[in-house]
């Protein structure tokens, strides 16, 4: 080997480790709380503004409202209020971190949920069978959907604004004009209007507990063998102490009577509360580690860049539509269950803005590739303490629209900075 090689080699060694040293350097405390003050600098807010936003809210209404809010009662009611915009928020995370919007997300709530209605109640179908249809009947809207946008390369916008009014079409030529569907299942009226028994509560929140404990210090311990960089296990150790707590407090916090009457006993986690677990624990873990999950986020960073790296950016495309509208018959039966019925207006009006903005206030980018599962979460508690805390004070409908259009703005205003920033830091 010659010598000029032997200096270039030497270089790209160097180059090298000066590249990656980061990657390989020990985390202190400090250290790392220095990077992540820096990734906020430079627009990498993430949930930061949404989680800062819902203590507020939180403080506020307990403060307007000390005797009520934070009543037994009224975290139920939120929870089980929070449910469907939550888990429509969650499709509609896929659908923004390509830089899509599905205006249809709604409507297609409620015709899945009056195919499941109608089954049951005029041809006398089992729940898991009228389940089941509902779900296909979101599968194949998504799929349509998709079809329209990645194949024929319509906007997303105008294929789902087609959608929105077409389908409303549909769900008033099932149920008719002025009529109801009435939904008296025992399972899918429990979902979101019983609750689990005691024991099991507790058992699920331990379980989770201990499972989000394991899957932390394994990945630290991973890292740790592999000499990459990773969080200090004293702040691994005091994010698990933190969802462990608060796990357990809710659960502890439901497990208290809050029946109105003496006469009778009302307690325990709504069931609809571990099906949202479920979904956000299942889109966290396909998002964050599948190849699958790697290749959404690649598309909508840049979808050509995608393409030329071989992902089939088409394909991504047709599924995020898909994965949004099976959720949205998800969200579409949970509300059914809180009603106890179907209507011909259900998943119209502000159903689809709540749940657009609670992705974006959650932390999700309008403009694709920045957003987690738990944002839907995060967004969703957010509107949901709107509603419910204007509605505690006696507030007019008009201010819990302008109050959450309002933040939605502000969330959105946020989201741009931010892009702004990164792009300025070259992230």
Known sequence: MS???HELKEAAVQVADS???????????????RDYWTRVRAGELGALPSVFGLVALILLFTVLRPETFLS????????????????LALGLVFVLLLGEIDLSAGVTSGVCAAVMAKLMVETGQPWYVAVLAALVTGLVIGAAIGLLV???????????LALF???????????????????????????ANDNMPIWLGWTLAVVCSAGFAASQLLRWRRQRARGLAGRPLGLVLAQIAVVAAALLFGTFLMGLDRA???????????????????LVIVATFVLGRTVYGRHVYAVGGNAEAARRAGINVTAIRMSVFMIASTLAAVAGMVDASRLNSVTPDAGAGNVLLYAVGAAVIGGTSLFGGKGRAIDAVLGG???????????????QAYLNMLITGGVLLFAASIDALARRRRAAAGR
């Open 260 to 278: 109105p009457s003496p006469l009778i006993v009302l307690n325990g986690v709504p069931w609809g509360v571990p099906v949202v677990a479920i």
């Open 19 to 33: 590249d990656f040293a980061i990657d390989r350097r020990e985390h202190t405390l400090s250290s790392a709380v």
């Open 165 to 191: 009014l077409g389908l409303q079409g549909i769900t008033l030529r099932l149920i008719g004009e002025g009529g109801t569907v009435p939904v008296r299942d025992d399972v899918i009226v429990a979902l």
């Open 72 to 87: 037994e009662r009224n975290i139920a009611n939120l929870f089980v209020q929070a449910m469907s915009v939550t888990i």
């Open 150 to 160: 990645a194949v024929v390369r319509i906007p997303s916008f105008v294929v789902t």
């Open 381 to 395: 508690l957010v509107v949901s303490v709107i509603a419910n805390g204007l509605g505690l004070m006696g507030a």
């Open 3 to 5: 010598t000029h090689s």
